[in-house]
T-cell receptor, first 115, second 114 residues
Framework: ETGVTQTPRHLVMGMTNKKSLKCEQH?????MYWYKQSAKKPLELMFV???????ENNSVPSRFSPECPNSSHLFLHLHTLQPEDSALYLC??????????????FGPGTRLTVT | KNQVEQSPQSLIILEGKNCTLQ??????????LRWYKQDTGRGPVSLTI?????NTKSNGRYTATLDADTKQSSLHITASQLSDSASYIC?????????????FGAGTRLAVHP
């Protein structure tokens, strides 16, 4: 185990549903990340939080809404998604957003299917 | 443009055989290169990490090489096991604006058959 947990592991939702993905890290890290992984494509960075402040948003549609209430927890709120949003959503954490931000630890991911 | 290209896209080998996966990158300025193993439906787990000055690094049956001049890396797996079946992702990072940016390859999907 990497010290990063994600729930749920699998999620099926309709396009009109609202759901949330949860990530928790037990490593004492200060930076957390959301990635999207689609089949046969590189991981795409979605959001970056450092000390609970959003520091990066890579042109992600507003139907994805992140929340970071503290340095150990990260949420991704989902609403009115499209079928092309079906993917594996990975959470990661690193010691900081600076020098040690290359050392990222990943959670197991949430497999999302939008019907 | 910063890119990481991996080859082959997929590979099938028999248990006990060796294999080599390739990674070419155009990332600059280079900070470090890491190989991850990702089992199906799981998150990536780091295998090795190399900085500019390192040419080779081993982790059990996994050996990674780095040629910073040609901007190429390889991951060699010796005496493959069924549990090696996974995707192997090459990640190159560069330091810019006070933090590291990671560029991910699309991965090589390895299947080890008995």
């Amino acid at each position: 185990e990497t010290g990063v947990t994600q729930t749920p592991r699998h999620l099926v939702m309709g396009m009109t549903n609202k759901k949330s993905l949860k990530c928790e890290q037990h490593l004492g890290h200060n930076a957390m990340y959301w990635y999207k992984q689609s089949a046969k494509k590189p991981l795409e960075l979605m959001f970056v939080y450092s000390l609970e402040e959003r520091v990066e948003n890579n042109s992600v549609p507003s139907r994805f809404s992140p929340e970071c209430p503290n340095s150990s927890h990260l949420f991704l709120h989902l609403h009115t998604l499209q079928p092309e949003d079906s993917a594996l959503y990975l959470c990661a954490s690193s010691q900081d957003r600076g020098v040690f931000s290359y050392e990222q630890y990943f959670g197991p991911g949430t497999r999302l299917t939008v019907t | 443009k910063n890119q990481v290209e991996q080859s082959p896209q997929s590979l099938i080998i028999l248990e006990g055989k060796n294999c080599t996966l390739q990674c070419n990158y155009t990332v600059s300025p280079f900070s470090n290169l890491r190989w991850y193993k990702q089992d199906t439906g799981r998150g990536p787990v780091s295998l090795t990490i190399m900085t500019f000055s390192e040419n080779t690094k081993s982790n059990g049956r996994y050996t990674a090489t780095l040629d910073a001049d040609t901007k190429q890396s390889s991951l060699h797996i010796t005496a493959s096991q069924l549990s090696d079946s996974a995707s192997y992702i090459c990640v190159v990072s560069y330091f810019s604006g006070g933090y590291n940016k990671l560029i991910f390859g699309a991965g090589t999907r390895l299947a080890v058959h008995p």
